[in-house]
């Protein structure tokens, strides 16, 4: 715009000076004025952003940015796809994963994004999709905001540039998270889903600590540093392992980049492995918030082998995060009335699921039996997924607790939980 | 640089004006100049392409764009990572899935890059990765060009804005994938493996013939209109299925969305699942061209329960595709020798393997134990993958044929053909 500006009080320049000036030098001056006339349409041809849109349509048209989203609805997999503008995530790390990730959450319309990072872009970022190498030297969550401001004028975009492990960036990390402005009556914090894409120990921990104090679920992610392999973890304080429960196992991609670029060294990293590893973290994220398919509590990708493990983890009633202890207190109060409901929602969804699903099948889609396909993926007690090691003897013992699922949790009372505590106490 | 010209010739037209004029207008001919050369310094404000690298470097410092990449060979899983420039990819499709990997190769540093597409950048693909809404209207090929070229301007891009299902798209399909200028000593066709990312039936097939015509190793990947499946295929003529051997799996996704626009509907489409698949998909090519890991003739991606099916698909003796059968005769007459080489190789990498992988574990990773994970995820023969369903009686015939791996081929010869032939036939 800036441009359009001096270009405009240019003409009037010209328009003034010819009127001073003597006959023989008009034709100078035409020409002066046919430059600028041509340069104002060449700064009109740099695109504008699109106006921003009150509703999602689900009109077919070639203009619609949300018609391939809204088909999402009459094709029968989510109930209510607008819903996705009341939802806030935040995103804590925009590197090889978070950005990819805030691109898709941009792209799907989602309705608020908390953007954290206190990195720069750099040129050796350029073999992960998003930055653009004319970017290098902003911070992430500068070019991001850019970027993504240009894709999709309709998210609202909040960015952070702050380190979480800090005192300070912990503070404002926890009172934006808090801030609810954006939907007020939200209950509890005012996001709705913290996404971890950091590539450090330190920052996970400290996103574990935010997520137990405030009692908010969140997603963890991670990529090998041979760039080969990765995961995406779903964290319910007090229902499932916090990430600190498990202290035996230790993140492979835990290696602070600072350390190891003093050194000489860098982590390895491909755009293929962190695009899947978002992609499969924002379809989980998507899954958990439109209520659709099953969300994984972890998937791991091993490229190598194209292999994907899954497994649940349970909190650790000897956790040494103390909110996390609190959080598995509460958790066990409102369990009984919580699977009481679970149970009458299940029912409730059987009878529907008794009637046709779809009665106009006007794609002619046939889905594939489920019951041909074994989804017993679940790794047995033995087996420790992509990336993670064990490192204290103690590991062995908690791992051999049955990895029951959520519909079998015969372990979650308080007297199963004194017996586990004796078991393990007993070694 | 055309707003640099403008401004350049101004600046002229205005210093000779000013020599004409008499000193009462300097004043004004003066700011017309200032203003000249703020245009110009925010013109230079627009960033400019890095400059081209000779050489993949290693080194490990912010300004290297492939220092993560290079980083591939110190961890082990790449064996010579600059041979990537050697390699051409021809995409066909460049939409949801293949314009993400036209973008993820170009950031791995592709020698040489082919792109197909007729279609033109709408706001209705806003939904997916890659395109920004400021490239509606201009051709998928010119705007994916427009941006590859600044992510990274060491890759050879050739567009060719054309449909590959009419018979001059075909002919310039066919003469460019034969074009050898970019490496005259490769063997075979110009380019090392073709992806398709079309989205409908007859795309595919004229890949398909294409492939089959050209000897040419090629990868098949698709996304259900429902938006939540997908898949990745490995096609080597007359070694596995061509697309046309199994004629009973009809891919769901195989409809023409020119058709679907028309009435008023469309399939609906995920960034996420889209991702997904592309980064399966480049994955894919990375293993098979780079040589590391296993490289998956099938894999499918069920997001709703997060379930990755994988399978094998032999050729089948009956092939509709003439040119099918000409590559399975070649086939089986070369491959005693290539078994023979394949066995001395793995005997090679097995002595190897017995000493020491990684003498210097300089980044403490410990690889979980592969005897652990059962990877045996190769659907039975009654599963289909993801998005294909049984059509014709025949098909339970032919998928019921023993799926046995590729060092357990006792089918290949052509008297286990000639039988398979009789059992088909004696339905």
């Given amino acids: 715009m800036a441009m359009e500006v001096e270009l405009k009080e240019m003409l009037d320049e010209i328009q003034s000076l010819k009127q001073s000036l003597p006959d ?69 790390g925009i590197g090889g994963v978070g950005s990819v990730a805030a691109e898709m959450l941009t792209r799907c319309g989602i309705g608020r994004l908390l953007l954290y990072d206190y990195d720069k872009v750099e040129l050796a970022n350029m073999n992960r999709l998003f930055f653009r190498p004319e970017q290098a030297g902003m911070t992430k969550t500068d070019a991001a905001v850019q970027t993504l401001q240009d894709i999709n004028p309709d998210v609202v975009l909040e960015s952070y540039t702050l380190n979480i492990t800090t005192v300070q960036g912990f503070e404002t990390f926890m009172s934006s998270l808090g801030n609810k ?12 889903l913290v996404l971890s894409c950091v590539d450090n120990y330190e920052a996970r921990m400290v996103v574990n600590q935010a997520c137990n104090e405030l009692n ?35 993140v492979a991609s835990g290696v602070d980049e600072r350390t190891l670029k003093r050194e000489g060294v860098c982590a390895a990293s491909l755009p293929t492995t962190m695009g899947v590893v978002a992609g499969l973290l924002v379809q989980n994220t998507l899954k958990y918030l439109l209520k659709f398919g099953h969300v994984s509590p972890y998937l791991g990708y091993n490229s190598l082998k194209d292999y994907f493990p899954t497994m649940e983890m349970r909190p650790n009633p000897q956790c040494s995060n103390a909110a996390c202890l609190d959080r598995q207190k509460e958790y066990l109060l409102v369990k009984p009335a919580r699977d009481a409901a679970k149970a009458k929602m299940e029912a409730e969804a059987l009878l529907v699921a008794e009637g046709p699903l779809h009665a106009d099948n006007e794609w002619n889609i046939s889905i594939v039996d489920d019951s041909e ?55």
């Fill in 24 to 92: 023989s030098s008009k034709s100078s001056i035409d020409k002066l004025q046919l430059y600028v006339k041509r340069l104002t349409d060449l700064v009109k041809s740099v695109p504008v952003r699109r106006p921003k849109l009150k509703d999602m349509s689900a009109e077919v048209v070639d203009s619609n940015p949300y018609s391939r989203l809204m088909a999402l609805q009459r094709m029968g997999i989510v109930e209510n796809y607008e819903r996705i503008r009341e939802y806030s995530v935040a995103i804590v």
């Fill in 181 to 192: 402005t954006f939907r007020p009556e939200k209950e509890g914090s005012g996001v709705d």
């Fill in 216 to 250: 908010q679920t969140w997603m963890e992610s991670g990529v090998s540093e041979d760039a080969v392999s990765g995961h995406i973890q779903l964290l319910i304080p007090g229902e499932t392992a916090c990430f600190a429960c498990a202290p035996p196992l230790v």
């Fill in 373 to 427: 396909i074994d989804v017993k993926d679940v790794s047995s007690s033995d087996t420790l997924p992509e990336g993670l090691t064990r490192e204290l003897p103690i590991a062995d013992e908690f791992s051999r607790l049955p990895a029951s699922g959520p519909s079998d949790m015969s372990m979650d009372d308080l007297e199963e939980l004194r017996k586990q505590l004796e078991a393990l106490n007993a070694d």
